[in-house]
């Protein structure tokens, strides 16, 4: 489908998605808002895409929701419109969790409260150093619990670090973010590009099943009751695999010390 706020690049089975609204720093507004959830849930394991780049043109990852644009016009909404527009966001972070393709994201400058929320929806997260990532929300007279960002901060950086943070507002730099794990590297845009684009070539030497079964299980072992559940789930996942003409190819592969010819099957 074609979009106003969104631009998609398909190359060699990897989506390289930029968020165009630079003028307003990518800011989400209800037809982003749209576009972000129909890219999202369109992608299912028989998609030609296996990876996701994620980033903003211009100065700005994402700098939140777009108020000027999300302002009701006349009477104030209730709480069930609220709640619909709720909604509509927070849906955009659980397709994101839901689709079977990893996600790095390249977060440079601000991302704030939504866009802090698709940063942290990701699997990878990238950094420029003039990055700046915060819950913006506890900032507007609401709570810094939104969209995810309290399911993934804490279990992301720790409870103290991800309270100091939802409590008061505070940006966290690319240098902080660094050391807490929060991102992966923090290197100029260019750089990060290439980086990107080494991961997901790196990935894509996987299996399509076995980069699809790794991200869900890497995905329900954090929330996992104990460890011979996620255990079970890793054994599971690795009898799957054998079962395809991949794995054979893996193998042989491997003894004859060339590239693997994987078929998706």
């Not at 016009?73 to 909604?87: F, H, Y």
């Not at 819950?135 to 993934?152: E, H, M, P």
Request: proline letters at 4%.
């Amino acid at each position: 489908m074609g979009y106003k706020h969104l631009d998609v690049a398909i190359k060699e089975s990897v989506a390289w998605v930029t968020l165009n609204r630079p003028e307003r720093l990518n800011a989400l507004n209800p037809l982003l808002v749209e576009e972000l959830h129909a890219f999202f849930v369109g992608l299912t394991a028989r998609s030609i895409v296996r990876v996701v780049i994620l980033s903003g043109a211009g100065r700005a990852f994402c700098a939140g929701l777009d108020l000027k644009d999300m302002q009701p016009t006349g009477a104030r909404r209730g709480v069930s419109e609220m709640l619909e527009q709720q909604k509509s966001i927070r849906d955009i972070m659980i397709a994101m969790r839901r689709c079977p393709q990893p996600i790095i994201s390249i977060v440079q400058g601000a991302a704030s409260g939504g866009g802090f929320a698709l940063a942290l929806a990701s699997d990878i997260r990238l950094a420029t150093p003039d990055a700046r990532m915060n819950a913006a929300c506890i900032l507007l007279g609401l709570s810094a619990c939104d969209v995810g960002v309290s399911y993934f901060l804490p279990r992301m950086v720790g409870a103290s670090a991800a309270s100091e943070f939802l409590l008061t507002g505070r940006f966290i730099d690319a240098q902080r973010a660094h050391a807490l794990g929060l991102v992966s590297r923090v290197a100029p845009m260019d750089e990060l590009r290439l980086e990107a684009s080494a991961l997901a070539n790196d990935m894509l030497r996987a299996t399509p099943l076995g980069l699809r079964l790794t991200k869900e299980a890497l995905g329900l072992a954090i929330d996992a009751g104990s460890m011979e559940a996620v255990i079970a789930l890793e054994d599971r996942n690795q009898v799957l695999c054998t079962q395809g003409e991949d794995f054979a190819e893996g193998i042989a592969a491997f003894l004859e010390k060339r590239p693997p010819r994987f078929a998706g099957r």
